[in-house]
């Protein structure tokens, strides 16, 4: 088997790994309690917030 | 006779508990120990440079807020037995699950750098140059891993803890006023005011005790190990004992710099041990050989964390008592991690000191997250069993997570906008 084959090989591979990762871990087994929800739902505006000042950051540093 | 019956009774239990406690010892004292990593060390000895002994009272209050979060990971690791990477993926689904790994993989890898940077540094001032010290850390970590034996890498890891104290005799060796040590540093204060730079520097102490990789390292470390919900108590006191010793460790270099480099501003402890070594030769080269093993220790530990988090997740064997044929990922992306990382080091030109400044930024993208994952994770009575938090323990790790999640946040965005605590 060349190299190539090989290589394309291990991504299709690990890509069915992946795959199957997602649908074992696809239902959260943590009971979605309106604390959950909530605690999760801040940590999607905190992570927004910083990659908006990463993104903010870096303009800035393009811009100057 | 009756009291001496008694007497060898409680004897022998005080001693069989100790055994118990010596064999199940390691996770927790190795990960705080750990704690103090390059990074710490610089920020410990930039803190003394700067303020004297006056914030020694805040590094004490510092240690018990590392073991309350440490503390969750043991019980989750024992009841659970399964790696933080993986409870995130379980609990949490796939989304926060590879957000979680993903960012490990990335601030671990970031963090091994700044591992090796402050070793080669450290090890330069004794005249070893870089590639013989990235080259020797590198065997060593093999060496340690290779064997097969979680027993063996603990006990090795131990030894290395055990040289961390290092900067004890150095602080006796530049004879500090004790009276000073007391009077300044244990009586909450803020010498100078409370100001932007003391917010920045009382933020990179915080940033420096409460990694993401601790809760990932010790929560995994704590399921190789194989420790069950008996053994919970002795996982607490090993993590007691060794927030103990980060803290003491850390009082002693603020002491250190402190006594010999007041109100001195220093960028990274290498410098700061040449300049001691002006003064006081052996405090200096104490310093420097403290500085190379908390490299050490780091790096030994983080590059653990991904490993196990990957192996979790990927379902590869991934135990230290696994020999290299029984689980060739897990050791394949442990040497990859810790190689690579070295290697840049090497790299003439590479921006480390961007690399430095990057960790603190993508540290609390993950930080946070990983925190707040712990708390709800504590909280599924389903899974915890009489080992969830109790309404107490959830108003004091709650409390501390949301102070840790605020100043290191801060911390993160300060790094970004350096003028902003002035």
Redesign the interface.
């Known amino acids: 088997m060349s190299l190539g084959h090989a290589i394309q090989a291990m991504i299709s591979r690990n890509a069915d790994?992946v795959r199957a990762?997602?649908r074992r871990?696809?239902?959260?087994?943590?009971?979605m309690s309106p604390?959950?929800r909530v605690?999760?739902l801040?940590?999607r505006f905190?992570?927004l917030f910083?990659v908006g000042?990463?993104f903010y950051?870096f303009i800035t540093l393009v811009i100057h | 006779m009756n009291w001496i019956t008694k007497l060898y009774y409680q004897a022998h239990r005080v001693w069989k508990a100790l055994s118990v406690y010596l064999i199940i010892a390691g996770p927790g004292l190795v990960v705080m120990v750990a704690d103090n990593d390059a990074g710490g060390i610089t920020t410990y000895a930039a803190t003394g440079a700067k303020y004297g002994y006056s914030l020694i009272w805040f590094l004490v209050i510092l240690g018990p807020v590392a073991y309350y979060v440490q503390e969750m990971t043991v019980r989750l690791g024992a009841v659970t037995k399964r790696g933080h990477a993986e409870a995130i993926f379980d609990g949490f689904g796939s989304f926060w699950g590879w957000f979680s790994l993903l960012d490990l993989i990335l601030v671990d890898w970031l963090t091994l750098v700044t591992e090796f940077i402050g070793m080669t540094a450290a090890l330069r001032i004794f005249g070893v140059p870089g590639w013989v010290t990235v080259a020797a850390v590198c065997g060593l970590m093999g060496f340690m891993v290779v064997n097969g034996r979680y027993w063996t890498w603990e006990k090795v890891a131990l030894i290395f803890c055990a040289v961390n104290l290092i900067y004890i005799p150095g602080a006796f060796i530049v004879h500090p006023s004790v009276h000073d040590v007391i009077g300044q540093g244990l009586i909450p204060h803020f010498q100078g005011g409370f100001n932007g730079q003391m917010f920045f520097f009382l933020m990179a102490n915080i940033g420096t005790t409460i990694a993401p990789w601790m809760l990932f390292f010790q929560q995994s470390s704590v399921v190789d190990k194989g420790l069950k919900e008996k053994d919970i108590i002795f996982g607490k006191i090993d993590t007691i004992i060794g927030a103990v010793a980060t803290v003491l460790v850390a009082v002693f270099i603020v002491i250190v710099t402190g006594t010999v480099l007041p109100g001195i501003d220093i960028d990274d402890a290498a410098e700061a041990s040449k300049m001691i070594m002006q003064t006081h030769h052996y405090a200096g080269e104490f310093m420097a050989i403290g500085l190379f093993d908390a490299g050490l220790l780091g790096a030994i530990c983080i590059s653990l964390a991904s490993s196990w988090a990957f192996g979790e997740i990927f379902g590869w064997a991934h135990s230290l008592n696994n020999k290299i044929k029984e689980a060739p990922w897990f050791y394949l992306n442990y040497f990859i991690t810790l190689i690579s990382a070295g290697a840049v080091v090497l790299i003439p030109g590479a921006p480390l000191v961007l690399i430095t400044l990057f960790v603190q930024v993508i540290a609390v993208t993950l930080l946070p997250a990983a925190l707040v994952f712990l708390i709800l994770l504590l909280n599924d009575k389903k899974t915890m069993g009489e080992y969830a938090n109790t309404r107490t323990q959830n108003i004091i790790n709650g409390g501390i997570v949301a102070i840790i999640i605020a100043l290191s946040t801060l911390y993160g965005i300060s790094t970004l906008f350096p003028s902003m605590f002035g």
């Open positions: 790994k990762i997602n871990y696809a239902n959260p087994r943590l009971v604390a959950v605690s999760l801040c940590l905190y992570l910083l000042l990463l950051k």
